[in-house]
Nanobody, 124 residues
């Protein structure tokens, strides 16, 4: 089992920045890849970013490339999502998630463990 707890969401103006954090517990954190998924009102969950267990490989959906950065600190059992140049269309509940295994995924349906989510609202 893996337990995930997100923090860092909030209200920000367009062009602003936020950093989300996700603290993990349960299995050895450095053994599994991590991801961030978001869900806007009335829409399906959307993959945002993923990171390999060592942190050397990262993956992003096209709409956030160049603006968002995923990173992890295995000593702190924490994964981060730095979000810059935020746009109103980034408004969503953001979830950290993992399959609990080495291999990453860009398919939200493949994630087995989820945090409770944190709201990000970007005003225009």
């Amino acid at each position: 089992q893996v337990q995930l707890v997100e923090s860092g969401g909030g209200l920000v103006q367009a062009g602003g920045s936020l950093r989300l954090s996700c603290a993990a517990s349960g299995r050895t954190f450095s053994n599994y890849a991590m991801g961030w998924v978001r869900q806007a009102p009335g829409k399906e969950r959307e993959f945002v970013a993923a990171i390999s267990r060592s942190g050397t490989l990262t993956y992003y959906t096209d709409s956030v490339k160049g603006r968002f950065t995923i990173s992890r600190d295995n000593a702190k059992n924490t994964v981060y999502l730095q979000m810059n140049s935020l746009k109103p269309e980034d408004t969503a509940v953001y979830y950290c998630a993992t399959r609990g295994i080495q291999r990453h995924t860009t398919n939200p349906l493949d994630y087995a463990y989820w945090g409770q989510g944190t709201q990000v609202t970007v005003s225009s």
